[in-house]
T-cell receptor, first 114, second 110 residues
Framework: GAVVSQHPSRVICKSGTSVKIECRSL??????MFWYRQFPKQSLMLMAT?????????EQGVEKDKFLINHASLTLSTLTVTSAHPEDSSFYIC??????????FGPGTRLTVL | DAKTTQPPSMDCAEGRAANLPCNHS???????VYWYRQIHSQGPQYIIH???NNETNEMASLIITEDRKSSTLILPHATLRDTAVYYC???????????FGTGTRLQVFP
């Protein structure tokens, strides 16, 4: 299967700071990338969908000004959590797909906001 | 996209076949059935998907009933490393969105 990486795997930050998470498709060009969030003992929740070169589409209830998504190339998307607060602490997972095809997931980034 | 129903948990002895059921009674003709699994603290791993016909790959087999209202994921020889949460997801052919339900927690025991 296709390989998707995320960086960093873990990050701890102070409340009020911004954190950037990178998602890369290593062996294919991803026309679409997705960002999910997962709280402990819960399922994955889709946050937003981004197509290369276009603005991201956010799911209902997800603040676009807080979770900034950039998908500037076919192999890289970034999620920036702005002014992070403890309630933003979660497991953030990206996935990538080529055209309308199977999604392949990254290993996830665990964010802890103190 | 159609909703899926899965049992919350299942056990399986190591070396035996694990049969994970999924109900998707409202599936429409152009919707695919996808299976992913998530091992603790990792991103989901793609397993298999199908539309109408049964499918097999190196990881598993997918059996879809003729009326397409249910399917079964089969891990032919479960190992301890197959312990994970397994998600059955229905996805339309015009969207690549995946909506995750609660899945089935499979515990493989020695």
């Amino acid at each position: 299967g296709a390989v998707v990486s995320q960086h960093p795997s873990r990050v701890i930050c102070k409340s009020g700071t911004s954190v950037k998470i990178e998602c890369r498709s290593l062996d294919f060009q991803a026309t679409t990338m997705f960002w999910y969030r997962q709280f402990p003992k819960q399922s994955l929740m889709l946050m937003a969908t981004s197509n290369e070169g276009s603005k991201a589409t956010y799911e209902q209830g997800v603040e676009k000004d807080k979770f900034l998504i950039n998908h500037a190339s076919l192999t890289l998307s970034t999620l920036t959590v702005t002014s992070a607060h403890p309630e933003d602490s979660s497991f953030y997972i990206c996935s990538a797909s080529r055209l309308v095809d199977t999604q392949y997931f990254g290993p996830g980034t665990r964010l802890t906001v103190l | 996209d159609a909703k899926t129903t899965q049992p919350p948990s299942m056990d399986c002895a190591e070396g035996r076949a694990a049969n994970l059921p999924c109900n998707h009674s409202t599936i429409s003709g152009n919707e695919y059935v996808y299976w992913y699994r998530q091992i603790h603290s990792q991103g989901p791993q793609y397993i298999i998907h199908g539309l109408k016909n049964n499918e097999t790959n190196e990881m598993a087999s997918l059996i879809i009933t003729e009326d397409r209202k249910s399917s079964t994921l089969i891990l032919p020889h479960a190992t301890l490393r197959d312990t994970a949460v397994y998600y059955c997801i229905v996805r339309g052919d015009r969207t690549d969105k995946l909506i995750f339900g609660t899945g089935t927690r499979l515990q493989v025991f020695p």
